[in-house]
T-cell receptor, first 112, second 118 residues
Framework: EAAVTQSPRNKVAVTGGKVTLSCNQT?????MYWYRQDTGHGLRLIHY???????EKGDIPDGYKASRPSQENFSLILELATPSQTSVYFC???????????FGPGTRLTVL | GDSVTQTEGQVTVSESKSLIINCTYS????????LFWYVRYPGEGLQLLLK?????QKGSSRGFEATYNKETTSFHLQKASVQESDSAVYYC???????????????FGAGTRLAVCP
């Protein structure tokens, strides 16, 4: 019973199209995060949230929006996808008391 | 800003041999950041391997250990005898302070792929 799940696991999109990546957590954590991972780079923070209704910009927010409609769900939205957004995306939930983050399995996005 | 540098690319080790993956950090948002090692097995998300929140302390898990050295700003990952099942990607990370712009933000290294050969 995975605590953080992501969908889809793989996605191929066209340039200019809209893409929505979904994340669900059953940890009941207030904090949630979206990262992307590219070869030669560590995970880089795109957006994060402190709770339902909140979204904050991370280090590389340009070209991305986020939505946190509930404690459990956190979405990443690419309104106009570009090939530079081809990457692996990880969602995580965070335990503020232990500072640990719990990650989903990742979504591989290819933008053609 | 905060940054983490770790052994680049892939490390190949024969089974039962020792391993060290280097990690050094630079923290501008906080004097003594919390330090973590995460591991990602094929097809899975990252999972916490070990953490140390106090400078000078050692963390250990599943035969791996890492010591928080504030003098050399290092947090190298070591294991005395690796197994094939240890093949994975390992990430060093630090948790910055409020000045990092987002509380509980983790800054990651680029990851080191470990391949253990039988």
């Amino acid at each position: 019973e995975a605590a953080v799940t992501q969908s889809p696991r793989n996605k191929v999109a066209v340039t200019g199209g809209k893409v929505t990546l979904s994340c669900n957590q059953t940890n009941n954590h207030n904090n949630m995060y979206w990262y992307r991972q590219d070869t030669g780079h560590g995970l880089r923070l795109i957006h994060y949230s402190y709770g339902a209704g909140s979204t904050e910009k991370g280090d590389i927010p340009d070209g991305y929006k986020a939505s946190r409609p509930s404690q459990e769900n956190f979405s990443l939205i690419l309104e106009l996808a570009t090939p530079s957004q081809t990457s692996v995306y990880f969602c995580a939930s965070g335990d503020p008391t232990s500072y640990e983050q719990y990650f989903g399995p990742g979504t591989r996005l290819t933008v053609l | 800003g905060d940054s983490v540098t770790q052994t680049e690319g892939q490390v190949t080790v024969s089974e039962s041999k020792s391993l060290i993956i280097n990690c050094t950090y630079s923290a501008t948002s906080i004097a003594y950041p919390n330090l973590f090692w995460y591991v990602r097995y094929p097809g899975e998300g990252l999972q916490l391997l070990l953490k140390v929140i106090t400078a000078g302390q050692k963390g250990s898990s599943r035969g791996f250990e890492a010591t928080y050295n504030k003098e050399t700003t290092s947090f190298h990952l070591q294991k005395a005898s690796v197994q094939e099942s240890d093949s994975a990607v390992y990430y060093c990370a630090l948790r910055g302070g409020m000045l990092s712009g987002s509380f509980n933000k983790l800054t990651f290294g680029a990851g080191t792929r470990l391949a253990v050969c039988p």
